[in-house]
């Protein structure tokens, strides 16, 4: 199975990045489309075929994956529709806020049926196969769908969802991982605060995010039913998290977090 991405900026670059640490692909079966030469060379020293020219990309793939942003969804696509074999290739579409409806009209090809296509949204830590990828199948089979799955899979973990739902995933996960590192951040600069090395303050903070993380998977627990064990009556845990809620904190989360729908 062969795939091209088309687009290898911060998202598409993090995706054939994962791409080369999965076993589903070896890299001689990745096609990088790009116009940047800087790009292309840092793809083509791992061992993946380059090019600039997405129609060439597109022609060479079992499953053609469109990850650049939203403005140029459109011409892309349709610079490439006529090399598609809509019988035979899967479509993969990463890009914040194009719905489906606009994809068909797009890809209207002498009336031909509609090639199977996947609206997905990874995040960027994709590149180390730790993503939370948001999967909406559009004219796919339960085949098709479970490979799709499976190849995101192998990239950290994957939801199928609802389209309606896909603009609060992006915001969740997608731009999520943004809020979580600012929460890192703000933590690191409280440690170098009350005394701690910056570098020491942000392996602390780090350890600390993986730690609970780690919890919750492992336990199944409710983040609340968690955070019960580690506030004793009285204690200085409860009194730092009332401070945080005092300020806000879950509020400005909440809040943060539906500026970002799209």
């Known amino acids: 199975m062969k795939i091209s991405v088309i687009g290898a900026g911060a998202m598409g670059g993090a995706t054939v990045e994962g791409l080369l640490k999965s076993d589903f692909f070896i890299p001689s079966e990745i096609t990088v489309a790009d116009p940047v030469q800087d790009t292309r060379d840092h793809f083509a020293d791992k061992g993946v075929n380059v090019t600039p020219d997405n129609a060439i990309a597109a022609a060479n793939a079992d499953i053609v994956m469109v990850v650049v942003k939203p403005w140029l969804v459109e011409k892309v696509l349709k610079g490439i529709k006529d090399t598609l074999d809509y019988s035979r290739q899967i479509l993969i579409l990463t890009a914040a806020g194009i719905k489906s409806d606009e994809v068909i009209e797009w890809m209207e090809k002498d009336g031909q049926e509609m090639m199977p296509f996947f609206l997905v949204i990874p995040n960027i830590a994709i590149a180390f196969k730790a993503s939370m990828t948001f ?79 780690r919890l919750l998977q492992t336990t199944g627990e409710h983040p609340e039913a968690a955070i019960d064990k580690v506030t004793t009556p009285g204690g200085i845990t409860i009194r730092g998290l009332n401070e945080m809620e005092n300020a806000g904190f879950t509020a400005a989360v909440i809040r943060g977090l539906k500026a970002g729908l799209i």
Do not use: N, W
Request: proline share 3%.
């Open 135 to 213: 999967i909406v199948p559009i004219g796919a089979t339960p085949k098709q769908t479970k490979t799709i799955c499976d190849i995101f899979d192998e990239l950290g973990e994957t939801h199928i969802t609802e389209e309606r739902l896909l603009g609060a995933g992006t915001a969740l996960a997608s731009s999520g991982i943004g809020y979580a590192m600012r929460y890192i951040r703000a933590s690191s600069e409280g440690g170098v605060e009350m005394g701690f090395k910056a570098s020491d303050a942000v392996k602390i903070v780090l350890q600390t995010f993986k730690g609970a993380v």
